[in-house]
Nanobody, 118 residues
Framework: QVQLVESGGGLVQAGGSLRLSCAAS????????MGWYRQDPGKERELVAS???????HYADSVKGRFTISRNNSKNTLYLQMNSLKPEDTAMYYC????????????WGQGTQVTVSS
């Protein structure tokens, strides 16, 4: 089993920055790629960014050029650097890990709230 714990969320003004962290523990060998999802109440869950074991990254169009995902495999930690934040970025952010065996996003953190004020 894999456990994921997010941290770093908070309240910031538009244009500000925030850095999210996700600490992974347990059966780390079961993890392939990792990513960040976000979801607002009443809205669909959205994949914000992902990164493969080899460091290949993907970003949603809405955050390209503003967010940077990174992964420190030696520390089993995932990061999301968020710059130039907009009110539209307000959401609960979830760390997720792709199960190497099933190729599904089977592992999830509890979430950390990001609120961007105008």
């Amino acid at each position: 089993q894999v456990q994921l714990v997010e941290s770093g969320g908070g309240l910031v003004q538009a244009g500000g920055s925030l850095r999210l962290s996700c600490a992974a523990s347990g059966s780390i060998f079961s993890i392939n790629a990792m990513g960040w999802y976000r979801q607002d109440p009443g809205k669909e869950r959205e994949l914000v960014a992902s990164i493969s074991s080899g460091g290949r990254t993907h970003y949603a169009d809405s955050v390209k050029g503003r967010f940077t995902i990174s992964r420190n495999n030696s520390k089993n930690t995932l990061y999301l650097q968020m710059n130039s934040l907009k009110p539209e970025d307000t959401a609960m952010y979830y760390c997720a890990a792709l199960n190497r065996q099933s190729s599904r996003w089977d592992y999830w953190g509890q979430g950390t709230q990001v609120t961007v004020s105008s």
